[in-house]
């Protein structure tokens, strides 16, 4: 009796467990089951093109070409013939062991990739032979294809993706490329398009007899949206070559529309050295490089004091709480003294005003602005604070929020932050304390988009759209939040005098040596001051060259930034690769060929080996290896 129990109560039991199990499977999973995990059925993906890339002129940047991934499911892995396998694709035993036991730890049955990025060559040889080698077999996907050997650091690249992105994200598996940096990053999923699925019915011997389920959870690949770029690809291409041997950044921005025409980083590399068999090794050597920094975008990261540019900004907010006007003059003895035994040197002599002060970038003049704009009002914490609105309402002290996926605020000191670094009681901040920010060589940080972005402003005598660097997206249109206008504080009549000044800098002063015939050009020089410490050891080194400048003077077309680091004042570097890109792009020739050719030929390496022997206190720099770029599909990656 108690064993015909157990046994009715065991049937019971397992008769309960198969009503559930079916229940779940198609009741509560129903239409969402995933065949994935029938191990009866073998998944292929239909990987899509990635979006083309065009610039504002329609010029193609960025296409396709294909690439063939060797796949492999370890648990499909019969006897081979291994040696063979090593000698037809050039590898060792030892990666087939490590590569076939990483492929184990993702997952014996689902595939993933075994050896990546195949020209058609080697891929003509694996495919005949595809067949004695059980468990592996060949996946077609498209790499980048570019058009132009710059704008790296605008692009960004391709890679595959890692563990932690497939975890976070179930769209991407083993094998899946992904878009990093630049565009390809910041708008990759309208790049990536959306990879189609075919499922395919296995029998007990592994053949394929068919597809699972009549295709019920089959989907189509959707091609990648194409993007067409702000960028101007005959600036980009010009502004490269004039960078060449130097280290810095230059943006140039539409005023009218926040739209960026050039974004350069320099030094750069050719985007194609990250495609191919050879990328892992170029990426390494790239990122290995600290002193140079090729991956470090200079235009949008590097934040320098913006030196005399920033006086613009101070002649503005002094103007704007009318502590002075256009006419209010200070006198000059090559300097000032703003407090007892603290003297401020200047290059200028004689009485400064608005428009002399600009053009000869007087530090007494500017500096004493500053002190009245502080001292206007009895609480000196309220003063700092109201200064410091003004200035971050031309875009400085945080993200401008670009769509670039990287980037930095800067800084712009208010009383909190007096506070928190500098001890200051902010009722007993004084002028003296923080006069040095009169003439951005205090606590204030820039980088250059944000200065390019200031210069916009002014250009629009007070208002400026947010840097952007997409003009269009194929089937969409661009985030509301790059056509909606910003207002700075300034009223708008105090810039006419101010950008007089500008225009005056090129006509009288500062940079009259660079003047275009019939180009009205508003421009400031500056420099910054420049410190390293090595050991211990503080050295001073080769100032920042800096120039900011718009063109024309009336309804500007385009604004833009240079910084040349170590390179000394601002008319001998930064101001003329200034001159020479705003009448490429105004009047699309150049008439100063004495600049070009200057530019062109020149070179700091000097200046930079300097840094280097300090950094590694040392006489000379070692050999480094070369890169090594793979730009056809046919072309046998180099060793």
């Known amino acids: 009796m108690k064993r015909s129990f157990l046994l009715y109560f065991l049937i019971s039991i397992i008769g309960l467990l198969f009503i559930g199990r079916l229940f779940q499977l198609q009741v509560v ?21 990635r979006g083309y890339i065009y610039d504002r002129n329609g010029k193609l940047l960025v296409a396709n070409q294909p690439s063939y991934d060797i796949m492999v499911v370890p648990r499909e892995i019969k006897d081979i013939d291994t040696l063979g396998f090593c000698n037809l694709l050039g590898i060792t035993k030892e990666y087939f062991i490590k590569q076939v036991e990483k492929a184990k730890v993702y997952s014996p049955r689902l595939p993933s990739v075994f050896l990546s990025q195949l020209n058609k060559k080697e891929y003509a040889a694996f495919q005949e032979k595809e067949r004695k080698f059980e468990g592996f077999y060949v996946q077609k996907r498209a790499l980048r294809d570019y058009q132009v050997d710059y704008g790296a650091n605008i692009f960004g690249f391709i890679t595959q993706v890692n563990q932690g992105i497939i975890e976070k994200n179930p769209y991407y598996n083993s094998g899946d490329l992904i878009g990093k940096q630049g565009v390809e990053e910041e708008y990759e999923e309208t790049l990536r398009g959306i990879k189609g699925v075919k499922y395919l019915l296995r029998d007990k011997h592994n053949k394929i007899i068919g597809p699972y389920q009549e295709g019920k959870f089959d989907t189509i690949a959707q091609q990648g949206n194409d993007l067409t770029l702000t960028i101007d690809a005959e600036l980009q291409k010009y502004g490269t070559e004039l960078m060449i041997n130097k280290r810095g950044g230059i943006i140039a921005i539409e005023p009218k529309s926040g739209e960026i025409l050039a974004l350069i980083s320099a030094p750069t590399y050719d985007p194609a050295l990250l495609v191919g068999r050879q990328r892992s090794k170029n990426y390494t050597l790239l990122y290995q490089d600290s002193i140079a920094k090729p991956l470090y975008d200079r235009a949008l990261q590097a934040e320098y004091p913006p030196g005399s540019p920033f006086k613009i900004i101070t002649g503005l907010i002094a103007l704007h709480e009318e502590v002075i006007d256009e006419n209010t003059g200070f006198v000059c003895n090559h300097g000032f003294f703003y407090a007892r035994g603290a003297f401020m040197r200047c290059h200028d002599s004689g009485v400064s005003r608005l428009n002399n002060g600009i053009y000869n970038s007087c530090n007494t003049y500017f500096a004493s602005i500053y002190r ?6 009895k609480s000196p914490g309220y003063a700092v604070d109201n200064w410091a609105k003004h200035v ?19 800084l712009v000191p208010d009383t909190k932050y007096y506070k928190k670094y500098r001890n200051y009681n902010p009722d007993q901040i004084r002028s003296s304390y923080i006069i040095s920010n009169a003439i951005g060589q205090g606590e204030v940080l820039t ?34 939040k790059f056509i909606t206008k910003h207002q700075t504080t300034i009223d708008a009549k105090h810039y006419e005098p101010v950008i007089q000044g500008l225009e005056d800098v090129y006509n009288f002063g500062t940079a009259s040596r660079l ?35 718009f063109a024309p003077k009336e309804n500007p077309t385009i604004a833009i930034a240079v910084f040349i680091e170590n390179s000394g004042f601002g008319a001998t570097w930064a101001g003329p690769i200034a001159t020479l890109m705003l009448e490429k792009y105004i009047k699309g020739e150049i008439s100063r060929k004495d600049l070009e050719e200057r530019m062109l030929n020149g070179s700091l390496q000097n200046e930079y080996q300097k840094i280097e022997d300090i950094i590694y206190q040392r006489v000379s720099t070692p050999n480094k290896p070369d890169l090594i770029a793979t730009k056809e599909e046919n072309e046998e990656p180099e060793n």
């Open 447 to 480: 980088t250059p988009i944000q200065l390019a972005n200031v210069m916009a402003a002014v250009a629009n005598r007070g208002y400026y759209y947010t840097p952007h660097i997409v003009k269009e997206i194929k089937g969409k249109k661009i985030e509301k």
């Open 372 to 377: 009245k704009t502080i001292e206007k009002y």
């Open 515 to 549: 003047k275009v015939n019939d180009l009205e050009i508003c421009g400031k020089t500056g420099t910054a001051e420049n410190k390293i410490r090595v050991a211990g050891k503080t050295y001073q080194l080769k100032d920042h060259s800096i120039f900011v400048a």
């Open 392 to 410: 971050k309402s031309f875009g400085l002290g945080d993200f401008l929020g670009t769509d670039m996926p990287i980037g930095r605020k800067g």
């Open 29 to 49: 999973r129903g239409g969402n089951y995933n065949p994935v995990k029938t191990s009866a059925v073998k998944i292929k993906f239909d990987f899509p093109e």
